[in-house]
């Protein structure tokens, strides 16, 4: 089975044969990530992270990067606290099936 990122939507469900359930990495790398590209700039005011469906496999925490209009493409910026002086640790999911939201 392929846990790529074309498996990473929400409520997805593997067909046990060449799709599975959800992106999972390869690893147990802390630098693992999935990316997301617009075609234009976009606010993001939600992200909704979900464990695999058909494994006991789940994000628990998370960081954001975003790049800079204008800037070049491999030049990400971490989303910070209020303050701006340390990447935000968003919580994620504690299951494989709950939908987390982090606003």
Known sequence: LA???SSSG???VGNGETNAGGWATDTTSNSAYIGVEFSEPKMVTEIITQGVQDQPWW???YTVQYNVPGTLPTSFVS???ENGTAAMTFQANYDQNTLVHNY
Request: glycine content about 0%; aromatic content about 16%; hydrophobic content about 25%.
């Open 10 to 12: 929400l409520n997805t």
């Open 3 to 5: 846990y790529t990122p």
């Open 59 to 61: 994000v628990q925490t």
């Open 79 to 81: 989303y910070t606290v």
